[in-house]
C-alpha cells in the first residue's frame, strides 16, 4: 500500500501527487495542516523529522524529499515511464531533480515573502508568529522564514529567489524551443516534478517573469495544465475562493518583485 502525508496547497505535495496521478496509481492520504502544525506531532516527526511535507510509506520505506519520492512512484508501475531510458535524457532529468532543491527554496522564498507573509500577519499576533517560528527545527531555516516575514519582497532570499528562477527559466526554454516537453516529445520525470513550482507563480499572477523573455515557459505551463493529472493533483485541492485570494495577494506583491526581475 502506498500511503502520502501531504498538504493541500504546499508545492511539495502537488509534486507527489503529481506523479501518483501520471502513474495512475491508487494510495491513501494522509492530510497534514501546515497553519495549525500537525507537521509537528511526535508521531509525524518520527517519519520526518524536518517537520516538513510530503512523506509516502510504501511496503515499510519511509520515503522523504519530493523528487526523490517522485522517482520512486515512477518505479512503481510500469504504466506511462517517466525517467526516460535514453541516456542524456536520463541524466538532464537527474539534473532536474537535484535543482528542485534550490528551486523548491525559491519558491517557498517569493511565496513567503508574498502570500504567506500577508496571510500570517492577517491571522497572527507577532507574538503568535515568533511562537509558530520557534518549533521549526533547523535555525537556518526559522532565520529565513523571520527575514521573509519582516522584509517581503526586500528579503535578499527573494534577490537569490530571482537568481534560480532566472536560470530555470533559462535552461527550461532551450529545449522546450525544440520540443514539446523538457528532455524530448514524450512527456516525462522534468516535466513532472517543475510543474507545481511554476504553476505557483502563476496562481501568484507572476507569470511576467516568463511571459516576455521565456514564452515558452508559458507554452509548457499550459500543456502541463491540461493534463488530467493538474485537475486531480492541484486544481481539487484549492477552492476557487482561495485561489483568488491566492491572485490578489500576489497582485499587489506583482510590481515590487518585477521591478526587481527587470
Ligand atoms: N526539499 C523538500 C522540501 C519540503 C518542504 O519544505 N515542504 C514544505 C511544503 S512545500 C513544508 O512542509 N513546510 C513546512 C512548513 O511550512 O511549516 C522536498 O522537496 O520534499
Redesign the pocket.
Known amino acids: 500500500m502506498i500511503e502520502l502525508y501531504h498538504?493541500a496547497s504546499?508545492?511539495?505535495?502537488q509534486?507527489a501527487r503529481i506523479a501518483l496521478a501520471e502513474k495512475g496509481l491508487e494510495w491513501q492520504s494522509h492530510m497534514i495542516d501546515?497553519g495549525k502544525g500537525d507537521?509537528f506531532a511526535p508521531a509525524y516527526l518520527r517519519l520526518n523529522p524536518?517537520?516538513?511535507?510530503?512523506t509516502l510509506i510504501h511496503d515499510g520505506l519511509v520515503i522523504?524529499?519530493?523528487?526523490l519520492?517522485c522517482e520512486y512512484v515512477d518505479r512503481l508501475s510500469a504504466t506511462n515511464p517517466l525517467m526516460p531510458r535514453e541516456t542524456s535524457a536520463e541524466f538532464t532529468t537527474r539534473l532536474w531533480l537535484l535543482r528542485?532543491?534550490s528551486i523548491?527554496e525559491a519558491i517557498?522564498s517569493v511565496s513567503f515573502a508574498t502570500l504567506m507573509r500577508d496571510r500570517e500577519r492577517a491571522a497572527h499576533t507577532a507574538q503568535e508568529t515568533e511562537a509558530a517560528l520557534a518549533r521549526?527545527p533547523n535555525p537556518q531555516v526559522r532565520a529565513k522564514r523571520r527575514d521573509v516575514f519582516l522584509n517581503g519582497p526586500d528579503s535578499v532570499y527573494v534577490q537569490g529567489a530571482l537568481h534560480v528562477l532566472r536560470r530555470q527559466f533559462e535552461d527550461m526554454a532551450a529545449p522546450l524551443a525544440n520540443s514539446a516537453w523538457l528532455t524530448g516529445a514524450e512527456y516525462g520525470l522534468a516535466d513532472t516534478v517543475l510543474l507545481a513550482y511554476v504553476d505557483r507563480l502563476d496562481r501568484l499572477g507572476m507569470a511576467g517573469l516568463w511571459q516576455k523573455k521565456f514564452p515558452a515557459v508559458g507554452t509548457w505551463l499550459a500543456a502541463s495544465q491540461r493534463r488530467p493529472s493538474y485537475a486531480r493533483a492541484i486544481t481539487a485541492y484549492i477552492s476557487p475562493e482561495d485561489a483568488a485570494a491566492t491572485r490578489k495577494i500576489g497582485a499587489a506583491y506583482w510590481p515590487a518583485i518585477a521591478a526587481l526581475w527587470e
Do not use: F, Y
Request: glycine share 0%; net charge neutral.
Open positions: 498538504a504546499s508545492v511539495c505535495s509534486k501546515l507537521q524536518e517537520a516538513v511535507v510530503p522523504r524529499e519530493s523528487s519520492l528542485c532543491i523548491h517557498n521549526i
